[in-house]
């Protein structure tokens, strides 16, 4: 499982001993998240 920055919500893949250093590789951002990205996938079954 990898990282996902809060910022540019981008997939980052990061082997992290600890997560303090982590850093998002394309924007420097040191906000990550672990999982994927919220994308807004919303099933709704109007039926
Ligand atoms: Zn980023």
Known sequence: MG???LRCKRYVE???SGYQGVRCP??????LRKGRPEVVVKTVKAE
């Open 26 to 31: 394309y924007c420097g951002y040191r906000a």
């Open 14 to 16: 990061i082997n992290v």
């Open 3 to 5: 990282y996902y920055c």
